[in-house]
């Protein structure tokens, strides 16, 4: 099983079009990358966790599944890299690899030492694009298959049939 720990804020801060965002609506910047991790998640079939420091959403931890991805807001003193670095120990095992998210290159550094992986924010964004485009594809092909008829029809007798319903 692959699990992916996101540094939300880092992540947000890292992709141009969520650092924009950000700067007028935090919170809708929040909102897309969960909304654009639940895709990554449900393509990909990996377990996600979204981590956001707390010095953003003042109060006591607090845990939240928005669709399948989990979203984690730490405790008021503690850092989104001490709640990952927490998380890789608990996760991790003989049958789960973690990848942490992160541009936070000492971040990388301590995770990696945990034994898990790193992405990028950018290998991650390009990963996420590469899912938007493949499920761009699947919906286009899905809707250009025709239903098969359930009467063996020739070509002929189906263009007969296409002009009837078009009225020509």
């Known amino acids: 099983m692959n699990v992916l ?5 880092n992540i947000i801060g890292a992709w141009d079009y969520l650092s924009e965002l950000k700067d007028d609506k935090l919170e809708d910047a929040r909102d897309l990358l969960i909304e654009q991790l639940a895709e990554y998640q449900a393509y990909k079939g990996d377990r996600v966790i979204i981590v956001f420091d707390a010095h953003y959403v003042r109060g006591i931890q607090k845990k939240v599944k928005n669709y399948k991805v989990e979203v984690i807001f730490t405790r008021e003193n503690e850092s989104a890299d001490e709640c990952i670095e927490r998380l890789v120990k608990q996760i991790i095992n ?7 998210a992160t541009s936070d290159y000492t971040e990388q550094r301590t995770i990696f030492a945990q034994g898990a992986l790193r992405k990028s924010a950018r290998e991650l964004l390009l990963e996420v694009k590469s899912i938007q485009r493949e499920i761009k594809q699947d919906i286009e092909t ?7 008829s359930k009467i063996p029809l020739s070509k002929e007798v189906l263009d007969v049939f296409e002009k009837w319903r078009r009225g020509k």
């Open 94 to 100: 003989v049958k789960t690899t973690v990848y942490v």
């Open 142 to 148: 899905h809707r250009n298959v025709k239903p098969p």
């Open 5 to 9: 720990v996101v540094d939300g804020y």
